[in-house]
């Protein structure tokens, strides 16, 4: 469960929103579940007259009664609003749990007050899934007591996400969210970049580039070669210098390449995740010399010129080495030393495939290798992982898939679904190992990943035309993705963000 905390000054204007349409018209039913007092005397009624809307007036009256009474002494951005949102493969609860959710995370949160202070008001409304498909419930609350006190808030954002970990095991709810518990942490997208890959039909930028720039890492053996390798695959990539000395990096950005005459969008490394940040990835080779500035611009990768026999050769000696892998995982104890290692490089392995075979960036590979990479991020303050024979093993892996490229028909797209079979086995080999290590938030994300690719270990599933052939001659497009489905709703992190006008 994931909580996003936002604060304003006016509840009216929360209400209407929180009432209204919502940005991708998904307030198809919005009504209260919890609040402060009974929700059938709280709940606001629908106007008959203006187009059959709400009347909010008298449930803003109430929240903000405590307020007008605190006058002077109370808090400026006192309406305090959390959305807690699931994600999608959790599926939907009902409005009963819902309510329960809501009246115990206010209560832990403190709002509800004690035998020494009053309580705040408060309100929980749903209106069906976010445009991202999560089920999600919003906490209004006004910070006055009942009595006009103002309630002042210390580390309440920190607090939330406490308390969803607590609510999650009281209410048998899934752990997905690594970020909890001191791993580097993801960013989110935004209201525009989320609002621009529905308008186009495509996967946000930010997902695309955090993909690529991870495929590239996958066997990279030095700072230079994953440059390159970014390159190689169509980025554009910028260094970003010191201050005092043009020629140490510090920092990088990506970018895809805009159609047209459009400008590029760039993103710094740590904003498309916080294992993709300059420093974190520097950690692969501590003991290296770092490249200059000149060097990041020049570095250049060539293009593969293997022949179709020998791309399918190459498929199937990857096949083969990922299926002895998994059994080696098997057998590979949860407190092993290699198991950072291998959990990175499994990741990155899984994007290498999701790059290969979803270059649009849509489809459950690339959901899943999203998924394996918040499993397997790193601690925030962490040293290098150990070395790893079986992460050497994916790196190498990594590498021939790097070099055969993207398949050019039918007939090597049925090979190269060998690989993505092999691929999903290895993941549902690190999800049971990673819930074998007791790290529930971690072991959420690697089962999330393996759901989305159980499909293709089903009996009888499709295996043919599932992995894309890129069209012949001109540019490569973004393509139409014909994989089949997650067992469950698609998985998102993101929480919908909430203005207050």
Not at 35 to 50: I, K, Q, T
Request: glycine share 10%.
């Amino acid at each position: 469960m994931i909580p996003k905390v936002t604060y304003g000054s006016r509840v009216r204007g929360l209400l209407e929103y929180l009432w209204g349409p919502g940005k991708a018209e998904e307030h198809v039913d919005p009504h209260l579940v919890a609040g402060y007092d009974d929700v059938a005397l709280l709940a606001p009624e629908r106007r008959e007259r203006d187009g059959g809307g709400w009347s909010l007036e008298e449930l803003a009256a109430r929240l903000d009664a405590p307020q007008i009474a605190a006058g002077e002494r109370g808090v400026r951005q006192y309406v305090w609003q959390c959305s807690l949102s699931l994600p999608a493969q959790e599926g939907q609860l009902d409005d009963a749990t819902w309510g329960r959710i809501a009246s115990r995370f206010v209560q832990e949160m403190g709002f509800t007050g004690d035998a020494e202070r009053a309580g705040c008001r408060w309100i929980a409304v749903r209106h069906g899934l976010s445009a991202k498909g999560n089920d999600h419930v919003h906490l209004v609350v006004t910070l006055a007591t009942e009595d006009g006190a103002p309630v002042w808030l210390r580390q309440d954002k920190r607090r939330s996400q406490q308390v969803a970990d607590l609510l999650e095991d009281e209410f048998g709810l899934g752990k997905w969210t690594p970020g909890r518990t001191g791993a580097t942490k993801r960013p989110e997208l935004n209201r525009p970049e989320v609002d621009r890959a529905r308008h186009s039909g495509q996967a946000p930028d930010r997902e695309l580039l955090r993909r690529q720039v991870r495929a590239a890492l996958a066997g990279a053996g030095s700072e230079a070669e994953w440059v390159a390798r970014m390159k190689g695959a169509g980025l554009l990539v910028a260094a970003r210098t010191a201050a005092k000395d043009p020629n140490q990096v510090v920092g990088y950005a990506v970018a895809l390449r805009p159609a047209g005459v459009g400008k590029p969008t760039w993103y710094a490394g740590r904003s498309l995740d916080g294992d993709l940040s300059l420093p974190q990835v520097r950690k692969r080779w501590p003991e290296a010399e770092r490249p200059s500035a000149g060097q990041w611009k020049a570095a250049d990768s060539t293009e593969s010129n293997l022949r179709g026999e020998d791309r399918m050769a190459v498929w199937r000696s990857s096949a083969a080495a990922l299926e002895a892998i998994s059994g080696r995982l098997a057998g590979m104890a949860p407190d092993s030393p290699q198991w950072p290692a291998v959990a990175r490089a499994s990741a990155e392995l899984l994007a290498r495939v999701a790059a290969a075979t979803e270059p649009s960036g849509q489809g459950p590979m690339s959901r899943a290798a999203d998924a394996l990479a918040r499993a397997a991020a790193p601690p925030r303050r962490a040293p290098a992982p150990a070395a790893s024979s079986v992460a050497r093993e994916l790196g190498r892996v990594a590498d021939a898939l790097l070099v055969a490229g993207h398949a050019r028909d039918g007939g090597e797209a049925a090979v190269l679904l060998a690989v993505v079979v092999q691929a999903a086995r290895l993941v549902v080999a690190l999800a049971e190992l990673r819930a074998a290590q007791q790290q529930a938030h971690a072991a959420g994300a690697a089962a999330a990943a393996a759901a989305y690719l159980m499909p293709l270990l089903q009996s009888g599933a499709p295996l043919v035309d599932q992995v894309h052939v890129p069209n012949q001659g001109g540019p490569p497009q973004r393509p139409v993705h014909t994989v089949p489905g997650p067992v469950r709703p698609r998985v998102d992190p993101n929480v919908e963000r909430d203005p207050q006008r």
